[in-house]
C-alpha cells in the first residue's frame, strides 16, 4: 500500500506552500520524533504516537503506539480501523490529517494546522435551551408588569379618580372602576345580579368593608330583626375562632358579626337568598332568655321539641279597643260579639243543612267556603259579610214594596232603626183597585193614609233589638246612654302576629279544614278555633325529623322571616337555582352535633 | 481521648451519608413528613371546622390557610436566592431543596383548600393556576433530575459536547473535500447541508426532536445508495451519512437537555409571576373588603 503525504502550510502573508511526498509501504508512523514517517512538530503529540497500518480488505487501521489517544473524528480513541475510500479525520494536537483514496490509487493523507477554535466556548453555549428560548428574567418581567399594571394599578387607579355616584335601586349606575371584574371571587347573588359591573356601589371605600349604611342606601325599609343593642345581648357567644376572627376583623374596620355581610355574604355564584337554616336561629333562641331576661317568648330550638305555645291575639271581652295575645295553653274565650255556633251549621243533616239542600246557591249541606272566602295570595281569609255569607238562610226581608221585598240595611244600629220606622209607611196599594163600589176605598173603608204616630215601627224596632229578635238571631244585645243597641263585633284582622300561616300550602290535597278547626264541636262563638302548637306538630316537627309520609321536616322558614316575623321568608323567583346557604359539608354535619 | 477517634468516625460518616444522599431522601424524609403532616392537619381543619356560610378564603379559617400559603410561597421562591449562597449545616442547601420540594407538594393541598374550590375568572384563580403551574412543572423537574441525566450520559458515549461539535467539523472539513468532484446540483445540496447551524430549530424541534428542515437529510436525498455512482457520490454519501448520524447524536443531547430545562423556563417566570398575582390578590381582596 501507497501512501500520498501532502503537508499544506501557510506563510505570514497567508499563501498555502503545499509539499508531497509518497511513501510506499504497509505502515506509516505519525510523532513527535524526527524519525516517524510523519514528523508533526507539536509537543502535544507524543514522540511515537499513532501507527497507520494496512490489515488488507482496503482496510487501514489507526493505533495509540504510546497507549495516548488520538482523535478521530471527533471522537478520542487508542484504536480504529478506517476505510479510506470513505474517508477521516485524525486529529493530533493542532494538526488535522485528513485521510481518503480514490479507487486504487495511494491512500492520501492531507495535514493542515488548524487554529485554536477560539468560539469553541460560545458554541458550547448553543446546548443549552436558553438559547432557543427567550430569557427567563424578561418572560418573568413581562408577566409580572402585566399583572401589577392590568390587574392592581389600572383597578387601583379609576377607583381612586372616579366620581362617586350615590345609589339609586331604581336607577342602577354603570362601574367606572376599570378591570375591578377581574377582583370579582365569583359571581353575585340573582338578587344583585344587576351590580356585577359596578364594584364600587357596594365597595365605596379602599381597604374599608362592605358597611351596613352602603346596604341600607338600597333597602332602607328593610326591618330589622330587634333593636340593636338588645340583638348583639342576646346573640349566641361565638366560638373561638370567629371570636378571634371578629376582634381582628372590627379592629379593622369590619362591622362585626352582625353586620349585613356577615350573613349576606355574596360572591357565592349565582345563587338566590335561601332561607336560614334552624341551626341559625336556634343558635340564639335556644337559650335566649339566658341572655334576655326579658324576652316577651320563649326559647326555640326545633319545631317538633322546643318551641312556645302560640298566642294568638284576639279580644277577650266586648267592647275592648285591642285585642289581647293569649297562650292557647291557658283557657280561651274569644268574645266577638257574636252568637255563632259552628256545629249546627257544619252538621250534615241537621236544620241548617237541609235549608241550605232547598237553596239553589248551596245545593248541600253547608261548607266552610260557603262563608268564609280565601284571599287571592292563599294566606289568609276575606273578613265574612254578612249579606254575602249570612242572608240567604238569615233573611233580613222585613217588608214587601210591590213586587220586591225590602231588607234592612246590616252594619249599623241607626240605619236599622231608619229602615224599621218605615214599614208600612212605604208606597201603599193602589187606592182602587179592580172594581170596587163607590164609597168603599180601602181596609175598612176608611181612607187609606194613617197620619198616625208610627207605633207599630217602634214595636219592630224593639223587638228585633231584643235576644229574641232578628238581630238577637247573631248578635248580643245591649244599650248604649239608654237605647237598645248591638255589642260591637270585635274580630282580629289576624290571629297569629309573630308567624304566618300559609293555608294554600295546606290545600284541598293536604289537609280538610275540620282537621285543624274544631267546627263540628263548637257550640259557642267563644270558642276560638285556632288550632295550637300540638296539633300543627302532628305533621309538623323540626328541621332534622325524619321525612315521612305524615312528617314534614319544618325549619323555622317555614313560618317566621328574619327581617319580617310576620311574613314568611319566600323565594320569588329563580326557583332553579342553587341556594346560598345548604352548607351540608362534613364540617356543618359535626358542628350541629357538637352543639 | 481514647473516643475521639470514634466520635470522628461517626462525624464522617454522617458526613459521607449527608454527601451522598439524595435531596429527596434527606434526613430519612423529614421534609416528606412534615409536609405530610401539614396537608393532614389543613384537610382536618376544612373538614372539622364549620366556615359559614361555606368555606372560602374568606372564613377565619380561609384567611389561616392563606397567610400560610402565602409565607410559604415566599419562602419558596427564596430558594433562587438561597442557592447561590452553598453553605453547610442545620440549613445546608440539601435540606432546603428537600424542604422546598415537599412543602411545595404540601402547597397544592393548602392552596386548594384556602380556594374552598371556588374558581372563576379572575385574578384570585390566576394566581391559584399560576402557583399550579409552578408547583406541577416543579414535580416535572424532580422527575427529569432523577431519571434523564442517565440517559444524557449514555447518549454522549463518552464524547464531550465540544468533541462532538468538534467531529462535526471533522466531517464537515472532509465533506468539503470530498464533494469538489460534483456536479452543481449536488455541490448545492451539499453546500446547504454545511452551512446550516448545528442548532438549527427551535424549542419545539428541540423537545420533539423533530427537524422537518434538516438539510443534512434532504441532501443525502439527492445521494441515493447503490446506484452505481462514482466514488465521489459514493464517499459523500457516506459523509453525510456520519454527518446525519453526528447531528442525531447532538439532537438526542440537545432534547435531554432540553426536557431537562424546559421547566425551568416556566418554573422561573410562573413564580415571579405568581409572586406578582400574589400582590394583586391579596391587595384587591383587603381594597374590596
Known sequence: MAFLIRTIDFTAAGREIVRDRTLDQNEVSIGRATENDIHLPDLAVEQRHVRLKDVGGGMLAIESVGGLGFGIDGRTETSVEIDPNIGAELSLGSSRLAISRDGDEPVQIVIKQVEKDEGAGDALAGFALASALPSKRIMAWTFTALILVLLLSVPIFTHLTRSPVENDPENLAQGQVAFDSTWSAGDLSMAHHDLEDNCEACHAAPFVSVQDETCLTCHEELGDHAEMPRLAEGMAPLSTGDSIQWQIAETLGKEGPLGCVSCHSEHE?????????????????????????????????????????????????HFDEEPTRVSLDQTVNEMSGLIFPHDIHMAENGGAARMAMSLGEYGGPLECSNCHEEEEDGVGFAPVEMEAACESCHSLVFDRDGPNFRSLRHGDVDDLMADLATMDRGPRTAVVSGRNRPGHFARGGAYYSNFGRPMSAYIAINRALEPTGVCGECHIPTSTNGRRDLTPVNLPDRFLMGGYFDHAAHGDEVAECTDCHATETSDAATDLLIPNLESCRDCHLGETAAKTEEITPSSCAMCHGYHTPTMP??????????????????????????? | MATAPKNRFSQDERRRNADHVSFLKHKKFRWLWIALLLCIVSGLGYVMIDQEPRPNGGTWYGYTLGTIGVGLIVWLSLLGI???????????????????????????????????????????????????????????????????????????????????????????????????????????????ALGQNVFYGGALARLTGAYPGCATKRALKNFPEHDGSDGAEERVRSLLTKRADQLAQIRRHLRIRALLEVWLFIHIPATIALLAALLAHVVSVFYYW
Open chain 1, 269 to 317: 355564584g349565582q345563587v338566590v337568598l335561601e332561607a336560614a337554616s334552624e341551626q341559625f336561629c336556634s343558635d340564639c333562641h335556644n337559650e335566649l332568655d339566658t341572655r334576655l331576661s326579658n324576652a316577651a317568648f320563649g326559647n326555640a330550638s326545633d319545631f317538633g321539641k322546643k318551641h312556645p305555645q302560640f298566642r294568638p291575639q284576639f279580644y277577650t271581652a
Open chain 1, 569 to 595: 321568608w319566600r323565594p320569588d323567583d329563580h326557583p332553579d337555582l342553587p341556594g346560598n346557604g345548604g352548607n351540608d359539608s362534613v364540617a356543618a354535619i359535626l358542628s350541629s352535633l357538637r352543639r
Open chain 2, 82 to 192: 438561597r442557592k447561590r449562597k452553598m453553605t453547610t449545616g442545620q440549613w445546608s442547601l440539601k435540606a432546603w431543596t428537600s424542604a422546598h420540594v415537599y412543602l411545595g407538594l404540601a402547597l397544592i393541598v393548602v392552596g386548594t383548600l384556602h380556594t374552598g374550590f371556588q374558581i372563576g375568572w379572575n385574578v384570585h384563580t390566576l394566581a391559584y393556576v399560576l402557583m399550579l403551574i409552578v408547583i406541577i412543572t416543579g414535580i416535572y423537574g424532580v422527575i427529569v433530575y432523577a431519571t434523564l441525566p442517565s440517559t444524557l450520559s449514555s447518549n454522549r458515549k463518552e464524547l464531550t459536547r465540544a468533541q462532538m461539535l468538534e467531529a462535526l467539523t471533522a466531517l464537515d472539513r472532509q465533506l468539503e473535500s470530498a464533494a469538489q468532484p460534483l456536479d452543481r446540483d449536488k455541490s448545492d445540496a451539499v453546500i446547504s
